[in-house]
């Protein structure tokens, strides 16, 4: 079983940046794919970015032009990269990666944006 483990978060100002890191305790291939939800108090968990192989990845609207995802295949990893981050990013950040039909989660880290 491969287990994902978060870091990176804390408290960031508004328009301030967060970087988020997920490492991989085993191979993840470069055909499955990696990415980041998000779940706030409250509300549901959503999805924020993913990456498959390559550059191949997807944002959520929300997000799209303050947010990079990256992966490093060799490495078995993926990067968030928050810009200008606002208060509504604030939420518990999840790192996943999908093997045929299951999800696999990592423990979360909680990102507030706050003044």
């Known amino acids: 079983q491969v287990q994902l483990v978060e870091s990176g978060g804390g408290l960031v100002q508004p328009g301030g940046s967060l970087r988020l890191s997920c490492a991989a305790s085993?191979?993840?291939?470069?055909?499955?794919?990696m990415g980041w939800y998000r779940q706030a108090p409250g509300k549901q968990r959503e999805l924020v970015a993913t990456?498959?192989?390559?550059?191949?990845?997807n944002y959520a609207s929300s997000v799209k032009g303050r947010f990079t995802i990256t992966r490093d295949d060799a490495k078995n990893t993926v990067t968030l990269q928050m810009n200008s981050l606002k208060p509504e990013d604030t939420a518990v950040y999840y790192c996943?990666?999908?093997?045929?039909?299951?999800?696999?989660w990592g423990q979360g880290t909680q990102v507030t944006v706050s003044s």
């Open positions: 996943y990666f999908r093997r045929w039909s299951n999800d696999n």
């Open positions: 085993g191979r993840i291939l470069s055909f499955e794919p």
């Open positions: 990456i498959v192989s390559g550059d191949d990845s």
